[in-house]
């Protein structure tokens, strides 16, 4: 399960697009926020995917983005060329191929290191699907795949692409989310070859008319229960006060939990359409694991910053990264079991401790995160302006030193202040 949000530069405080994303798997499953250096690749190379090899392209992207620990690809992530891109599980009535493919997440990061572009990612991704298929083991070591759909996004544009098997269809958007079932109708603008041709030869699309994708692919044996009041609540959201975003509100969409406020409603239970609220705690169903908030400005000069959250948005604090700078270990370590020093496993036990009374503890975590969220946006904003300052000069190794040691100080803050919440709610 996922949910994803776009806000396009008209619908900014800032004239920046937003992207988010909240990561819904299953909880226990590390996320650790990696990095990976843009390269250049010899004729005949090969990318070693998930499950499988496919040929390498002759150059790929500077990419970060979150990954389950077992996984070679992304469930949200950017690119140097501000590309964002997101998946979200969709339910067919096409069955998920059983031989080994392509999994969601691999395509979102290689729609990130192969696309300039929202509209050149969005082809990659649909030319892989198209060769590779989709099959193979997608939430978890062992466990089932999926059909995908994609938010991808970039400072000009954004599309939403959503697949069936090796099927697909995409619309461009400005104020849009996507939720875990097929959303487009007629309003498709570009789609696979076979992908009305397939749907009639199935017997699931018999009228004259333009082919509406969900109403001939989406498995009507899925109940909408789980996804239906997400997609309804975080449009409601997005067009609130005239749908006008910037990073507070990208941050209360992902942390929402409808009327209940901070905290999910411990009352509800699984046959409540109101207890799959878009910050998930909502096991076995999923449970958000990792979030992602990303500006896309038109003038990428250096910095500009990415925010991410391990665990539940609700129970922590939004993190500055910047692909100009090195990774700090703390972000991009984690494994199957807890591994010190990780910051994702950090928050796994704040979320274990909160469990016990998320309406007591989430309110006293989200009071604990206040004085260090105002510290880290006051240091942001002078790393940021030194940082400039030093690429503006041509010195882009002292500015990506400066985001370097800016990210690795907000690490170590952010570890001990989890830690001191840990023993207060723990105690």
Known sequence: MCDSVVASGAHTASGAALFGKNSDRHQGECQPWVQFPGALHPRGSKARCTHVTIPQVAETYRVMGHSPWWVWGFEHGVNEHGVAIGNQTVFSQEPVEETPGL??????????????????????????????????????????????????????QAWILETSGRRWAARRVELEALTNHITLGTDWQIGSRDLESFARAEGWWRQSGRLDMARAYRNPHVPGLISEGRLRRSRELLHADGGHHDLATMKAILRDHLESGEAPDGRLTSSDADYYTLCMHSEPVGTTTASMIAALPTDRTVPWPVWVSFGAPCLGLFIPVYLEGAIPAALATGGARETEGSLWWSFERLRLAAERDFERFVPQLREGWKTLEEKIEQERLGVEEHARGAAVQGDCDRAGALLTDFMSWVADEVQDAAAELHARIDG
């Open 103 to 156: 999994i969601g997440m691999d395509l979102v990061r290689l729609g990130l290191e192969r696309g300039r572009d929202a509209r050149e990612s969005l082809e990659m991704i649909a030319a892989l699907l198209e060769v590779h298929g989709q099959g193979g083991s997608a939430l978890g070591p062992g466990e089932t795949g999926y059909h995908n759909s994609f938010m991808i996004a970039d400072p000009q």
